[in-house]
């Protein structure tokens, strides 16, 4: 699959209360959890950032709480990948499991500009940066996990199996 | 070659003979757990699949403890979802507002982990349970109904730290500043996907609800687990919480647990990526400043932060034990004009408690609150929110930005006796100063 959209730059340990605050978790809903993302330490990226954009952070992304809601809250407001130099390991196996595209890379988020296009390839985990016309590549998931998001998330990946048995 | 007891426990809850460090595994899990935030979404999810029965009404807990009493309709909506779940599939471990106390609090003093066990919940403090010599670990709400479903959850089995503690522990000092001095030395980051092995002779003296706060707060260095290898503190604790007439246990413990337990350890050649040893003899309280757990400096070294708030409570240190510390300091003073305090019991066992010790009488006498048990305001939900430029002084877990009301409100971690001294004085001090 590849994505495109522009990049919207975040810091170090962003964590899920920075994501998505306590005060939103009475809805599942992804759209209404959507409209609240990012608000405490980034008022201005709901207003500008456009469907299929890209958040590109630091180290420790996602540390903090298990709730599911901070990804579904990413995913809700249109953002279609997040790249962080680490990622914090519950967010990470939520991400797996909801079907968000996250992608691990040492050296792309430093290199990475805000508003910057880029274009990825999750299959082959390579990072485009157009604007700046450089490459960069990131860790590869582990087959199990692979294969995990390869069926669209965790549930559908039990389903699938059950129904091969 | 030789085992940590993560690897031990999780090796045992596979069908496998061997089991190394990053691997994959399929673990049967022991309990399960999710609240009134996370058991929505995996009860939706586990819907959706076609669930139809629970793989063991015995082996969920369901605990709606972060915005009850109900805080609003929303909320209501959210535990009604619950609560109707648990009536279908005949959950045996569900606990309404009455009988309910904050989850992490409320599942050891229920008699409901043992030593050894594997537990996973939907909350991210889950690894709470390590202090019993469990593996326990926070994840989502999907893994949650990937286990209601097959009882299974995917793991990957992780490497070790091993944090050696030595020396004998100061007045005032406890298992919340243990680890909040160790999320200080390692960072926020700094045990990320690791099992956080805790030992030496500062813990093997350590009392059980210490260990169940530096347990509680291993999350915060990213660590998958915190673990402490069970004793005779721990078998003492499961003595006496298997032996309450009235409360339900999942299994009693018979004499060949015990024994199992007692050589539930690492092996002497087990593999560490790291060895931390840290000499805490001088250690004082520790204060964690705004806005990250790992910003940490002795009591005494934060001078002239004036307070509008404090709060003893929550899965860190909502114990009685919390609640006893807090008491002694507050009998007989005033709590600072300027400043609201809030105590909030972890479980009703622990409110009881207090009653008949009359440390009820304390708080209330001293210009308190004492609340029934939840999460509130601890990650914002209710009973105690800041407003802007409000600051608090909590027993809680993190002080992230806007974590416990408006984005520019601050908290500040600590312990009961630091957060109790800080209500009398309206600023954050050394509880000696009281």
């Given at each position: 699959?590849?994505?495109?959209?522009?990049?919207?730059?975040?810091?170090?340990?962003?964590?899920?209360?920075?994501?998505?605050?306590?005060?939103?978790?009475?809805?599942?809903?992804?759209?209404?959890?959507?409209?609240?993302?990012?608000?405490?330490?980034?008022?201005?990226?709901?207003?500008?950032?456009?469907?299929?954009?890209?958040?590109?952070?630091?180290?420790?992304?996602?540390?903090?709480?298990?709730?599911?809601?901070?990804?579904?809250?990413?995913?809700?407001?249109?953002?279609?990948?997040?790249?962080?130099?680490?990622?914090?390991?519950?967010?990470?196996?939520?991400?797996?499991?909801?079907?968000?595209?996250?992608?691990?890379?040492?050296?792309?988020?430093?290199?990475?500009?805000?508003?910057?296009?880029?274009?990825?390839?999750?299959?082959?985990?390579?990072?485009?940066?157009?604007?700046?016309?450089?490459?960069?590549?990131?860790?590869?998931?582990?087959?199990?996990?692979?294969?995990?998001?390869?069926?669209?998330?965790?549930?559908?990946?039990?389903?699938?199996?059950?129904?091969?048995? | 070659?030789?085992?940590?007891?993560?690897?031990?426990?999780?090796?045992?809850?596979?069908?496998?003979?061997?089991?190394?460090?990053?691997?994959?595994?399929?673990?049967?899990?022991?309990?399960?757990?999710?609240?009134?935030?996370?058991?929505?979404?995996?009860?939706?999810?586990?819907?959706?699949?076609?669930?139809?029965?629970?793989?063991?009404?015995?082996?969920?807990?369901?605990?709606?403890?972060?915005?009850?009493?109900?805080?609003?309709?929303?909320?209501?909506?959210?535990?009604?979802?619950?609560?109707?779940?648990?009536?279908?599939?005949?959950?045996?471990?569900?606990?309404?507002?009455?009988?309910?106390?904050?989850?992490?609090?409320?599942?050891?003093?229920?008699?409901?982990?043992?030593?050894?066990?594997?537990?996973?919940?939907?909350?991210?403090?889950?690894?709470?349970?390590?202090?019993?010599?469990?593996?326990?670990?926070?994840?989502?709400?999907?893994?949650?109904?990937?286990?209601?479903?097959?009882?299974?959850?995917?793991?990957?089995?992780?490497?070790?730290?091993?944090?050696?503690?030595?020396?004998?522990?100061r007045k005032w000092v406890g298992g919340k500043d243990?680890?909040?001095?160790?999320?200080?030395?390692?960072?926020?980051?700094?045990?990320?996907?690791?099992?956080?092995?805790?030992?030496?002779?500062?813990?093997?003296?350590?009392?059980?609800?210490?260990?169940?706060?530096?347990?509680?707060?291993?999350?915060?260095?990213?660590?998958?687990?915190?673990?402490?290898?069970?004793?005779?503190?721990?078998?003492?604790?499961?003595?006496?919480?298997?032996?309450?007439?009235?409360?339900?246990?999942?299994?009693?413990?018979?004499?060949?647990?015990?024994?199992?337990?007692?050589?539930?350890?690492?092996?002497?050649?087990?593999?560490?990526?790291?060895?931390?040893?840290?000499?805490?003899?001088?250690?004082?309280?520790?204060?964690?400043?705004?806005?990250?757990?790992?910003?940490?400096?002795?009591?005494?070294?934060?001078?002239?932060?004036?307070?509008?708030?404090?709060?003893?409570?929550?899965?860190?240190?909502?114990?009685?034990?919390?609640?006893?510390?807090a008491a002694s300091i507050l009998k007989g003073k005033?709590?600072?004009?300027?400043?609201?305090?809030?105590?909030?019991?972890?479980?009703?066992?622990?409110?009881?408690?207090?009653?008949?010790?009359?440390?009820?009488?304390?708080?209330?006498?001293?210009?308190?609150?004492?609340?029934?048990?939840?999460?509130?305001?601890?990650?914002?939900?209710?009973?105690?929110?800041?407003?802007?430029?409000?600051?608090?002084?909590?027993?809680?877990?993190?002080?992230?930005?806007?974590?416990?009301?408006?984005?520019?409100?601050?908290?500040?971690?600590?312990?009961?006796?630091?957060?109790?001294?800080?209500?009398?004085?309206?600023?954050?001090?050394?509880?000696?100063?009281?």
């Amino acid at each position: 699959m590849i994505l495109n959209g522009k990049a919207w730059k975040f810091k170090d340990n962003v964590n899920t209360d920075e994501i998505i605050a306590a005060k939103y978790l009475d809805t599942t809903d992804p759209l209404d959890l959507g409209r609240h993302c990012m608000e405490t330490i980034s008022p201005d990226f709901l207003k500008k950032a456009q469907k299929g954009d890209i958040i590109v952070a630091g180290n420790n992304f996602g540390c903090g709480s298990s709730r599911e809601h901070a990804p579904i809250s990413i995913k809700g407001c249109g953002v279609s990948c997040v790249i962080a130099k680490s990622f914090a390991r519950i967010f990470f196996r939520n991400s797996i499991n909801t079907g968000l595209p996250i992608l691990e890379s040492k050296d792309a988020p430093d290199s990475i500009s805000e508003g910057d296009e880029i274009e990825i390839d999750l299959e082959k985990g390579r990072i485009k940066n157009l604007t700046k016309n450089t490459v960069y590549s990131s860790q590869p998931f582990p087959k199990f996990m692979q294969d995990i998001v390869k069926e669209g998330g965790w549930l559908s990946y039990l389903k699938s199996n059950e129904n091969k048995k | 070659m030789g085992y940590t007891i993560t690897e031990k426990i999780l090796l045992k809850h596979t069908n496998k003979s061997a089991i190394s460090a990053g691997e994959f595994i399929m673990a049967n899990v022991d309990l399960c757990l999710g609240n009134d935030i996370t058991a929505p979404l995996a009860i939706k999810e586990a819907q959706k699949y076609g669930l139809k029965k629970v793989f063991d009404n015995k082996r969920v807990a369901l605990i709606p403890d972060h915005f009850t009493p109900n805080k609003d309709v929303n909320s209501a909506n959210q535990c009604k979802l619950v609560r109707d779940f648990a009536k279908k599939h005949n959950i045996e471990h569900y606990y309404e507002v009455g009988r309910m106390g904050i989850e992490h609090a409320l599942l050891p003093e229920m008699g409901l982990v043992m030593p050894g066990d594997l537990v996973v919940g939907a909350d991210s403090h889950t690894c709470t349970y390590g202090a019993l010599g469990a593996f326990s670990t926070g994840v989502g709400s999907t893994d949650l109904a990937g286990v209601y479903i097959t009882g299974k959850v995917w793991l990957k089995v992780p490497e070790a730290i091993k944090f050696i503690f030595k020396g004998k522990l100061r007045k005032w000092v406890g298992g919340k500043d243990l680890i909040l001095y160790t999320i200080f030395k390692i960072g926020v980051e700094g045990a990320n996907y690791k099992a956080m092995e805790f030992c030496g002779e500062t813990i093997e003296k350590l009392p059980m609800d210490d260990r169940l706060s530096m347990c509680n707060m291993a999350i915060e260095a990213g660590g998958k687990s915190g673990i402490i290898a069970p004793d005779d503190i721990t078998i003492d604790y499961i003595k006496e919480v298997t032996s309450q007439k009235s409360e339900v246990t999942r299994k009693r413990p018979k004499a060949k647990d015990f024994k199992a337990w007692a050589g539930l350890k690492s092996d002497k050649g087990a593999k560490y990526v790291k060895v931390h040893e840290y000499d805490v003899s001088k250690l004082e309280p520790q204060v964690a400043l705004p806005h990250l757990p790992s910003n940490v400096k002795p009591a005494s070294e934060v001078k002239n932060i004036s307070i509008d708030q404090s709060v003893i409570g929550s899965c860190t240190n909502g114990r009685i034990s919390d609640l006893r510390m807090a008491a002694s300091i507050l009998k007989g003073k005033k709590v600072n004009s300027r400043v609201r305090l809030i105590v909030i019991p972890a479980t009703q066992k622990i409110y009881l408690q207090a009653l008949k010790e009359g440390l009820i009488e304390i708080f209330v006498k001293a210009g308190g609150v004492f609340s029934t048990p939840t999460c509130g305001p601890c990650l914002g939900g209710h009973m105690g929110i800041l407003t802007k430029g409000e600051r608090a002084i909590a027993t809680t877990n993190r002080n992230f930005l806007g974590r416990m009301g408006h984005p520019e409100s601050e908290v500040y971690l600590s312990n009961p006796a630091v957060a109790a001294a800080s209500a009398v004085k309206g600023r954050i001090v050394h509880p000696d100063e009281v």
